[in-house]
Nanobody
Framework: VQLQASGGGLVQAGASLRLSCAAS????????MGWFRQPPGRSVREFVAFINRSGGTWYADSVKGRFGISRNNAENMGYLQMNSLKPEDTATYYC?????????????????WGQGTQVTVSS
């Protein structure tokens, strides 16, 4: 399956953005979907959120209560709604697809990745 992330941009602190992850070449019904981010100057992607095939969701503590992950299997899409954005949310955001059971929170848990979409939050 191929993934394409979009929806990033430059916003002020407190604003909202909705990231999209479009899948092609296969159905996302088979996969759990996750979002990771890579802040500037960091070499490792950090876990942001995960939604399993049944719709169960998990979040990093840093985004809990502000971000919402969702999926639309019929449209083969994943989403990350980001509210109350903070400057520390600035990063390149990536969507991934995984068949790993549980709550896959490591990069290595994911078999498929989209290209990143840049989110910049100004103070």
């Amino acid at each position: 399956v191929q993934l394409q992330a979009s929806g990033g941009g430059l916003v002020q602190a407190g604003a909202s953005l909705r990231l999209s992850c479009a899948a092609s070449g296969g159905t996302i019904r088979r996969y759990g979907m996750g979002w990771f981010r890579q802040p500037p100057g960091r070499s490792v992607r950090e876990f942001v959120a995960f939604i399993n095939r049944s719709g169960g969701t998990w979040y990093a503590d840093s985004v809990k209560g502000r971000f919402g992950i969702s999926r639309n299997n019929a449209e083969n899409m994943g989403y990350l709604q980001m509210n109350s954005l903070k400057p520390e949310d600035t990063a390149t955001y990536y969507c991934g697809a995984t068949t790993t059971v549980g709550v896959p929170s490591l990069e290595s848990d994911y078999s498929y990745w989209g290209q990143g979409t840049q989110v910049t939050v100004s103070s």
